[in-house]
């Protein structure tokens, strides 16, 4: 079979919900499963955001977007419950949505805790476990969180990151423990610093900050959220059906060489 034709239906019939999917990692990994075939579900926090963002997608199809805070386990709940009515149930979940912080430890209040923790570590469990229902339900699925080389490496003012990310990928590896019974595998990309439009924004404020985290990568870039995509698409395709609980690093050498 022709390459690109293998790409265009390595994800056939497959319905995938991506949460932030309105920009950086989670636009383009959703942009890839639509081009795969995939029938895509973007979620997010603004619906105008996500529709804009399904108008830059190399596809005609039309993907639904419905509008979700995973700060908030309502409406976690209100999504996915608003997915299944209308699409039934997901065979792929892709969790991107993020927050950070990066301040000392000792001026981190429980404002800032909370803020990075609801989103990093408590959305993604109440995420996970929203669609994992219908998805045991169907016996199979596979989720795909978003760690990141903070999981397993530390800096300065990144304790409550660190924590956050670590906590993701123990999450990812007691989940699919748990759920592989039920045919549902957990898996998560740990992506190093990634050129979004959030970063580079910070960075163009910070040259020093990006010295020091190329710095820390061994083949000496930042990635692009493109060097994500491959990662997320063997975890949701079906080569990768005999694998969970797994961190799959993505990020030049960042982990091995620290």
Same mark, same amino acid.
């Given at each position: @079979?022709?390459?690109?034709?293998?790409?265009?239906?390595?994800?056939?019939?497959?319905?995938?919900?991506?949460?932030?999917?309105?920009?950086?990692?989670?636009?383009?990994?959703?942009?890839? @499963?639509? /081009?795969?075939?995939?029938?895509?579900?973007?979620?997010?926090?603004?619906?105008?955001?996500?529709?804009?963002?399904?108008?830059?997608?190399?596809?005609?199809?039309?993907?639904?977007?419905?509008?979700? !805070?995973?700060?908030?386990?309502?409406?976690?709940?209100?999504?996915?419950?608003?997915?299944?009515?209308?699409?039934?149930?997901?065979?792929?979940?892709? #969790?991107?949505?993020?927050?950070?912080?990066?301040?000392?430890?000792?001026?981190?209040?429980?404002? !800032?805790?909370?803020?990075?923790?609801?989103?990093?570590?408590?959305?993604?469990? *109440?995420?996970?476990?929203? *669609?994992?229902?219908?998805?045991?339900?169907?016996?199979?699925?596979?989720?795909? #969180?978003?760690?990141?080389?903070?999981?397993?490496?530390?800096?300065?003012?990144?304790?409550?990151?660190?924590?956050?990310?670590?906590?993701?990928?123990?999450?990812?590896?007691?989940?699919?423990?748990?759920?592989?019974?039920?045919? %549902? /595998?957990?898996?998560? %990309?740990?992506?190093?610093?990634?050129?979004?439009?959030?970063?580079?924004?910070?960075?163009?404020?910070?040259?020093?900050?990006?010295?020091?985290?190329?710095?820390?990568?061994?083949?000496?870039?930042?990635?692009?959220?493109?060097? @994500?995509?491959?990662?997320?698409?063997?975890?949701?395709?079906?080569?990768?059906?005999?694998?969970?609980?797994?961190?799959?690093?993505?990020?030049?050498?960042?982990?091995?060489?620290?």
């Amino acid at each position: @079979m022709d390459p690109q034709e293998v790409e265009r239906t390595a994800l056939a019939d497959k319905l995938a919900v991506v949460i932030g999917a309105s920009e950086g990692i989670g636009h383009a990994v959703a942009a890839a @499963m639509a /081009r795969a075939g995939a029938r895509v579900v973007l979620a997010g926090r603004s619906v105008d955001r996500l529709r804009k963002a399904h108008s830059e997608f190399e596809v005609s199809d039309d993907l639904d977007a419905v509008q979700i !805070d995973v700060a908030q386990p309502d409406s976690i709940a209100a999504a996915s419950a608003e997915i299944e009515k209308r699409h039934g149930a997901p065979t792929i979940l892709f #969790n991107s949505a993020g927050y950070s912080i990066n301040k000392p430890a000792l001026d981190v209040t429980v404002a !800032d805790w909370d803020a990075v923790h609801d989103v990093q570590l408590r959305g993604t469990f *109440f995420s996970c476990q929203a *669609f994992a229902r219908s998805m045991a339900a169907a016996g199979y699925g596979k989720i795909i #969180n978003v760690s990141s080389t903070w999981a397993a490496t530390v800096a300065p003012g990144r304790s409550v990151y660190c924590i956050a990310k670590a906590g993701v990928s123990q999450l990812t590896a007691a989940l699919g423990t748990e759920w592989a019974p039920l045919g %549902i /595998r957990v898996n998560a %990309i740990g992506p190093t610093a990634t050129v979004t439009p959030a970063i580079e924004a910070r960075l163009a404020s910070d040259p020093a900050r990006e010295e020091y985290l190329r710095s820390r990568i061994p083949m000496g870039r930042l990635a692009t959220v493109d060097d @994500m995509v491959g990662a997320a698409m063997f975890l949701a395709g079906p080569a990768s059906d005999f694998i969970t609980g797994q961190t799959l690093f993505v990020d030049g050498g960042w982990v091995g060489s620290k």
